[in-house]
């Protein structure tokens, strides 16, 4: 029911752009009201906040009515299987297959999340230099912020069900963090927020469209991401960091040359 009316709230933006600022707080209000409701915790509502936030950003940037049903089907699928996740989650901490679908709606949040920001940012700056100037300070902030929200989120998800596996307990309830592990969980996140802020401005200066500009983002984020997880599980093994490297760097060549590049003077 929850997932209904993010996609209501979806459909109406479609049709009427003009409702753009009552979709965004609506939508906004309905997250921190009815979804807070149904989770009770903050590492279960960052996924579904960023969602609803990347999409309705996302939407007035793309041109085809079918194309809008795509990202929005997209999201819908995302908002849903979040939900669904965190409803595991509650009941066994430890579910895996609710951990991949965190994981599933996290790409998707992000991505979208990342997409809309890029792309407010190149059609503003582009149309008005000195208006962007000022936009890219405001929109950097969204951008960490999304990151920072998502990644803290996993990582509390994740320390929470180690904790669990390795102690042999019950996963059979919802489990709150300790304080050693929700300041672990923040720094590691503080940690990729850093990492991906000097990553964030460079990205600003590429000649790529924003969807090719966030794809690059996300593969450098999950392979950060993917390092962190391996520290949490006592897992980090220099032959796996080197492996995410190479495959990181593979990834974003082939991005590179399989794109166009738009040199604007």
């Known amino acids: ?87 595991r989650l509650k009941k066994y901490s430890c579910d895996q297959t609710a951990q991949g679908m965190v994981n599933w709606s996290s790409f998707v949040a992000l991505f979208f999340c990342l997409s809309a920001v890029f792309g407010w940012y190149l059609n503003i700056h582009f149309f008005d230099y000195r208006q962007g100037v000022g936009l890219e300070y405001f929109l950097t902030a969204i951008a960490m912020l999304a990151v920072f929200s998502v990644a803290s989120s996993s990582f509390s998800i994740l320390i929470i ?29 503080l ?37 962190a997880r391996n520290f949490i599980q006592n897992k980090a093994r220099i032959l796996s960091f080197w492996k995410n490297f190479v495959l990181t760097v593979f990834l974003i060549i082939l991005l590179m040359v399989s794109t166009s590049w738009q040199l604007i003077y």
């Open 161 to 189: 069900s180690h904790r669990l596996l390795s102690e042999n307990s019950s996963c059979k309830s919802v489990q709150a963090l300790t304080l050693s592990e929700l300041k672990q969980s923040l720094w590691q996140a």
């Open 1 to 87: 029911m929850l997932s209904l009316v993010a996609l209501l709230l979806f459909e109406v933006l479609i049709f009427r752009e003009d409702l753009f600022l009552s979709v965004l707080a609506v939508g906004l209000l309905f997250n921190f009201v009815f979804v807070w409701f149904l989770v009770r915790y903050f590492r279960f509502l960052a996924n579904p906040l960023v969602i609803i936030v990347g999409t309705i950003g996302l939407i007035l940037l793309v041109d085809g009515f079918w194309q809008r049903q795509l990202v929005v089907l997209l999201s819908y699928a995302s908002y849903y299987l979040s939900l669904l996740a965190f409803f």
């Open 191 to 227: 940690i990729m927020v850093f990492i991906l802020f000097q990553l964030f401005f460079l990205m600003l200066l590429w000649p790529f469209n924003y969807l090719t500009t966030s794809a690059i983002f996300i593969i450098v984020y999950f392979a950060l991401w993917d390092v």
